[in-house]
């Protein structure tokens, strides 16, 4: 017999742990995945020999979910994360300067002409964002040329930003964090950003100078080939998911995997792809433990990580 939907209760005030175990059997929809999530995702973390990946966009890092982000690689719950070069952007950005609160609904000629950009229901000054990440990138290319570095990975590279934005600055920075725990943070698209912009315009002066994707590549294959098991959280879809999913192929799939997204699965993207669809192309294992949650991974994100921290008894 199928199982009944219970009423859910939130009276009593439950932990985070305790709603998510009741969404498993009152929970409809996405609620019911989240559920799911939360299990796969404590089991990842407790399975100490797994090498686990986190893969995101760069827009979720413009929001406080930044921080459970770092807090995620702080913690040393994960192993490698797989980026966009925005992420960088924004992780800069907010180091030096704040971000602001706005409206989906905002006029963006009149945004365009008082120097503000709109980021869905944020706004960020002008001076906010391009500078700051102009200023601390010259100043890192500068000092790695003058001790005659010619190539960076962009794994050395995010390091390089964490060491530079210090331990005060860089209190809520995933680069710090990455930086903190040597985890390697991987970002595919490097030039895609106002971050490879300036690799660019450097490279226009130093022209020995480049960025090594290919030891990128060869530190990926150090961490997916002699893994035991693979595990993944993944967020948003395009070059990181893609990057995440693409280098576990080579082990035979990921065992484990969490996907949160807001992507519509019929128009055939990789974004709305749901994780079966990778068993097809040997990215997951057919046996592999995984789900897909439909949603906002900003609402979604610190529910899944909360619950899952307080049954590790982490928080």
Request: glycine content about 10%.
């Amino acid at each position: 017999m199928p199982r009944r939907v219970e009423d859910l209760n939130v009276g009593d005030r439950p932990s985070l742990d305790t709603l998510v175990r009741r969404y498993e059997a009152g929970g409809g929809f996405s609620a019911k995945e989240l559920s799911r999530g939360v299990d796969i995702v404590t089991g990842m973390l407790r399975d100490r020999p797994m090498t686990r990946f986190l893969s995101f966009p760069a827009d979720i890092v413009a929001t406080g979910t930044r921080g459970v982000l770092a807090e995620m690689i702080r913690l040393g719950h994960v192993d490698a994360v797989i980026t966009t070069c925005g992420t960088l952007d924004h992780d800069i950005a907010r180091a030096f300067r704040p971000y602001y609160h706005g409206e989906w609904n905002l006029d963006d000629a009149a945004l365009h002409r008082k120097g503000l950009y709109r980021l869905g229901n944020l706004v960020i000054p002008h001076g906010n964002y391009g500078p700051p990440v102009e200023k601390l990138l010259r100043r890192i290319l500068h000092e790695r040329w003058t001790s005659g570095t010619r190539r960076l990975a962009t794994r050395d590279l995010v390091w390089a930003i964490g060491e530079a934005l210090g331990p005060k600055r860089g209190a809520g920075s995933i680069c710090r964090a990455a930086f903190e725990r040597k985890v390697p943070v991987f970002i595919p698209g490097i030039t895609d950003g106002a971050v490879g912009s300036q690799l660019w315009l450097f490279s226009q002066d130093h022209r020995e100078f480049a960025i090594d994707l290919f030891a990128d590549e060869q530190a990926l294959a150090d961490l997916v080939f002699p893994a035991k098991r693979s595990g993944a959280l993944m967020i948003g879809g395009g070059i990181s998911k893609h990057h995440t999913i693409w280098w576990n192929q080579f082990r035979d799939g990921l065992d484990a995997a969490v996907y949160i997204t807001t992507a519509v699965e019929w128009d055939g993207s990789l974004s709305g792809a749901r994780t079966r669809e990778a068993i097809s192309w040997g990215k997951l294992k057919p046996k592999a433990k995984h789900v897909t949650i439909d949603g906002d991974a900003t609402v979604l994100l610190p529910l899944l990580l909360g619950a899952a921290y307080e049954r590790l008894g982490s928080r």
